[in-house]
């Protein structure tokens, strides 16, 4: 709330629950839908609940009216007289502490989950409440959700879920569909999500996710794509040829991914892969990466953290999950650029994105939406989930910039 008019700088954060959503025809005429709070009101000494229904003032010369259905008994308007009561002013809302900053407040918080042991979610809700804040582990699929037209309504294990003022998704590839219509029921009720649920849907689809860094001109090893059995050696060709890597468009942590070394492996491998009726790709085998990529934390369009992964010892995937070992890295200012671009490039707030170093420079593996937090933290040394909780403070209760004063 900015309370008082021509000042943007000064901003009261408060917060009040929700009692309906109405449509109000203004003075003009205009229809509005409006949400509808309950507060209270204190005048001349008495204190009685009031409905109060939002609309933006900001051009208008005061920032609120009072009707007349607000008026509790005994209160008498006498429309011949004024400053019957001692007159208000805005001394209160002047101070510096005021001024320069929202004031802090608690914020409600929920990673969405259905993990709350695993280490990353641990690691959030630990943060977040060292931090003083109210942090919530939902469950993706205990989520259910009430369409209508008053507001978007969101229950949780039998229970209405109150508002949350952010929202940090940890969906599980098996529910990515459902996780997604989850999200897009919060956003709808007003809350900020670290990553929208278009980001999540396009980083989890291995063919949309590289068509869209391609439409980004984000460097990434040549890759082909085709559906018709007759087109595999054209499909290897595209690729550049054996060695080649064949990849399963849904799959994580290294899984459903196949190195052929050979042409005749190849074949094999997608013959087999069409056999399951599987959906795949098949990628360029970068053979001067050694087996090693690197992973780029990006958090809020900046690179906090970075690790280089190596495989295990006869492995060509250099994944955690599958044996590999994490390291600290210095990346290049191609490489950070290249990262951030990616991040950018799918809306994501918080990502992962792996890269490999060939010879003529970075090219890009995978944007990780739900990357994992212990791994890179304990190679970098870098508090990661603080960063995401900066991230969520500045956005949910940012900083109002100071007005510059005429000279």
Known sequence: MQPIPGREDVAIACSAPILDRREVVSSNGEAEERFVIGTELALGGQVWPIEVSLTDRGAMAYRMLLGRQALGEGVVVSPTESCLMPALGYDCYHSAAVATAAPARTLRIAVLSREGGAHSTRRIVAEGEARGHVVEVLDTVRCYMALGPLAPDLHDDGKRLPHCDAVVPRVGVSVTAYGAAVLRQLQARGTFLVNPPEGILASRDKLHAHQILARARIPMPATAFAASPKDTDNL?????????????????????????????????VISAFRGLKA????????????????????VDGRVVAAMRRRAAPGEFRSNLHQGGTAEPVRLSRAEREIATRAARAFGLGLCGVDMLRAADGPRVLEVNSSPGFEGIE??????????????????????????????
Do not use: H, M, W
């Not at 959906?279 to 990006?298: H, M, S, T």
């Not at 304990?378 to 007005?403: C, F, H, K, M």
């Open 279 to 298: 959906n795949f790709l098949v990628q360029d085998f970068v053979a001067e990466a050694k087996g090693e990529d690197i992973r780029a934390l990006v």
């Open 236 to 268: 290897i060709a595209l690729a550049g040829g054996a060695p080649l890597v064949v990849k399963l468009l849904e799959s994580s942590q290294g899984k459903g991914v196949v190195l052929a070394e050979t042409k005749k492996a190849a074949q094999s």
């Open 378 to 407: 304990q190679a970098s040394g870098r508090n990661v989930a603080g960063d995401l909780y900066d991230l969520i403070e500045r956005a949910v209760r940012p900083t109002p910039a100071r007005r510059r004063r005429g000279g």
